[in-house]
């Protein structure tokens, strides 16, 4: 590398860490609802980068994990030891996923401390009705779209929309999923819940 590349990537480093203080790789299985609402939070907190990424119909664990491979090399980062400003994280449904499948991200997860797994169980849907009520009575995933065009005010199409939620209903998501999650899961949530409020803690937190 010749000293201008050097001076240039220096300067290209130094010029991302003024423009915020943490950098959000994210793999969604989801092609809309996940990095539609990822990108809301990111808007909000602009001391963050949020890099959300998904491919229709590519939505295995494997594939996911493909995605997340892929995003670390755009940026130019080390696999597992990425740079001191980012984190990567995995955001998946639990659905109809195996032990198994789910088995392999934990392990992954495991690589580095800076590897994270979102996941949502049955799906992503339960953890956007936690921004309008604590879902207890909710036990059949069929009804999770009905729930949210009834609080939305419009047909729920997989879109969420800035003005769809505010700041403190993201709270109140996140104080209902953590009551959930006692104790903590370290793997995966086995009944209704979710582990994406620790990744979205990270994004709405203030520096």
């Excluded at 998946?92 to 495991?110: G, H, P, T, V």
């Excluded at 036990?139 to 700041?167: A, Q, V, W």
């Excluded at 209902?176 to 990744?199: F, K, M, V």
Aim: some cysteine; proline content about 4%; overall charge positive.
């Amino acid at each position: 590398m010749t000293s201008q590349n050097k001076r240039r990537d220096l300067n290209d480093r130094q010029s991302r860490k003024m423009r915020y203080n943490k950098r959000f790789l994210v793999a969604c299985e989801g092609s809309k609802t996940e990095p539609d609402y990822l990108s809301i939070l990111g808007h909000r907190n602009r001391d963050i980068c949020v890099h959300p990424q998904s491919r229709k119909g590519k939505s295995s664990p494997e594939q996911v994990l493909k995605q997340m491979t892929s995003l670390i090399k755009e940026q130019k980062l080390d696999e597992i030891v990425l740079d001191d400003l980012t984190e990567a994280w995995v955001a998946i449904d639990r659905d109809r996923l195996s032990d198994e499948q789910l088995q392999k991200l934990y392990k992954w997860s495991k690589k580095s401390e800076k590897y994270h797994v979102a996941i949502t169980n049955p799906k992503f849907e339960f953890w956007l009705l936690l921004h309008f009520e604590d879902a207890k009575k909710l036990n059949s995933p069929s009804t999770y779209n009905k729930k949210l065009t009834d609080h939305l005010g419009r047909p729920y199409k997989k879109h969420i929309k800035e003005n769809d939620i505010t700041d403190e209903q993201i709270k109140l998501a996140i104080e209902r999923a953590t009551q959930r999650d006692d104790p903590p899961c370290e793997s995966w949530p086995h009944n209704h819940g979710t582990t994406i409020y620790r990744l979205v803690e990270k994004l709405i937190e203030k520096k």
